[in-house]
């Protein structure tokens, strides 16, 4: 029987090293992100949170620096080393949405409520922005086609606030947020029943809210129609240097292949990149790579803008508070003295940012069994690899431990439109309101142990990994309805191989 496996083994390796132009080596691949790649000893909550192997000792001293302010919960009072908090906020640290390093999770509902409203540490939180029908440009005097501000708010609704903040509504940011969720039952042609369930916002309370006696209604610039908003919840950290490090030219082929067949086409987003910018670049574009709709350039950018919009702490990157110009912030600076200067120092900012490239991913396990290499074929044959690209060789990058690393991030980089059940409705530059970037899949089956409430999708949405496939249409559609039309126990099979990742 032994044998009889390995001799089939042998010849399946032997018969796929290449099909339809994916190299079918991750089958088998156990080092998911190359030398930087860490080896756990069974489960751990602390799967996640791991400097890549391969750091140099320097680099390693760097790495823990950083992950002390990462899980730092910032604090409005001046006379701390770490203020900077606020005046408006979704959370207070970079760790309660990115929970030990992995995914964020959505509010518990109370029993017998059927809204919860969005309290201190919830990973999630709404991005918003206005979009009048016209195309946004790229250039400086349209933001260079970043997605158009609320006029009073920003293009993200903080909805935490400091002290001071709002005298009528103490601990609230610009408004309250609520969550409920929408329930539907996928069927597949087998008969078996999965429930899906969607969370689904409203904003009450907003800060430049009046009654309008002509109307009769509550109103504020937050509730107009033209106003868009976009559920985020809190991403996983591991492998963003490498990813950072893939090599342009290998992301835009991809944008390239010809899948029309399956009706797949990945796209490539181009946003603002605060590092050209500061080096005064008169045409600040870059590729996008990170975010759920690829809208920043770098880790550099996403962190440091993560630094001072989600948590208020301002930096040398971004010195202005998100709010600055808006009534709110006029009403909170009266009275205190002048500007509160850039928050946190260069230091604190480039060890965050340096902690954010150097997390290590988790070896894959379960390999040799013959139920997950199955499952790894399976993958394949149902398409799932036409946007979740197994592998990259990776390029340069300023961190050499990144350079020239054979990867398995099981993403593309690119946007695809994913139709719309998952569809936000709200552009962020290239990104229309159905496209989403391809989410690596490496480190997917720790996700429960770092996390038990962790939630999939860009808003946390499916519970498992089953939900999340389930929910994929528009270009996913193809894939997702062969998946469903398997044998449960192949089904199953495909599962385990994402559990071995
Ligand atoms: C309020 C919750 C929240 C906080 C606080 C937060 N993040 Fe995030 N983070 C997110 C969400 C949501 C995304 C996805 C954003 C998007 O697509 O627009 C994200 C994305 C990222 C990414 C890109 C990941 C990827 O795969 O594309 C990085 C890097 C990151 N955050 C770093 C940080 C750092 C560093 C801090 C602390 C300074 C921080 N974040 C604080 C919620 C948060
Ligand atoms: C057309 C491109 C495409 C195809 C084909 C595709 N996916 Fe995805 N996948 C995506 C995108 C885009 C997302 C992120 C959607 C979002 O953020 O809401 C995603 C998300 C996921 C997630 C959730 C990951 C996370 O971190 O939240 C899983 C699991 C997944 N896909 C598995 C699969 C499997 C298994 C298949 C094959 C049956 C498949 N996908 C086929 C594009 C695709």
Sequence with gaps: MKVCTALILQAFVASSVFAQGIDMDYVHAVKSGGDT??????????????????????EVFRHLTGDMLFERNFSDDVSRFDH????????????ACHSRDGRGALPVLPAGQEWVSLKQNESVFLRISIEDGNPRQKTAADHWGAPK??????????????????????????????????????VYPDGEVVVLRKPVFKITGAYDEYFDSVTGQVRSRLYESDVKTGARLGTPMIGLGLLEAIK???????????????????????????????????????????????????????????????????????????IVGTPLYE???????????????????DSLVFYSQSLAVPARRMVSEAQVIRGAQLFHQVNCTSCHQPSFTTG??????????????????????????????????DASGREWKTR????????????????????????????????????GEFAKSKFAQLPKMDRQALLLFIKSL
């Design 149 to 186: 501000a609320v006029p009073g708010f920003s293009d993200q609704l903080f909805h935490l606030g400091s002290f001071g903040a709002r005298e009528d509504l103490p601990g609230v940011g610009q408004a309250q947020v609520w969550m409920k969720y929408e329930k539907s039952n996928f």
């Design 331 to 349: 009403f909170y600076m009266k009275g205190r003295e002048g500007g509160a200067g850039v928050e946190a120092s260069q230091e604190v900012a």
């Design 84 to 95: 900077g908090l606020g005046p408006v906020f979704n959370n207070t640290s970079c760790n």
């Design 396 to 429: 340069n990058h300023a961190i050499s431990a990144f350079r020239q690393q054979k990867i398995y991030p099981f993403t593309d980089m690119l946007l695809h439109d994913m139709g719309e059940g998952l569809a936000d409705g709200r552009q962020d530059f």
């Design 248 to 322: 342009e030219s290998d992301i835009l082929a991809l944008a390239q292949r010809d899948l029309s067949a399956e009706g797949v086409s990945g796209r490539p987003n181009y946003v603002f990149d605060i590092q050209k910018s500061m080096a005064n670049d008169p045409y600040p574009i870059s590729l996008g790579r990170f975010g759920l709709k690829n809208n920043t350039p770098s880790v550099f950018h996403q962190s440091l803008g993560a630094l001072r919009g989600d948590i208020g702490v301002t930096n040398y990157a971004f010195p202005d508070e998100s």
């Design 440 to 475: 690596p899949l490496w480190g997917l089956g720790h996700t429960h142990t770092v996390n038990p409430r962790a939630g999939f999708l860009h808003d946390g949405r499916a519970r498992t990994a089953e939900e999340a496939i389930l929910w994929h249409g528009g270009e």
């Design 37 to 58: 790649t860490v080896f756990l000893k069974g489960e751990s909550v602390q799967a996640f949170k791991n400097p890549a192997a391969n750091l140099t000792e320097e």
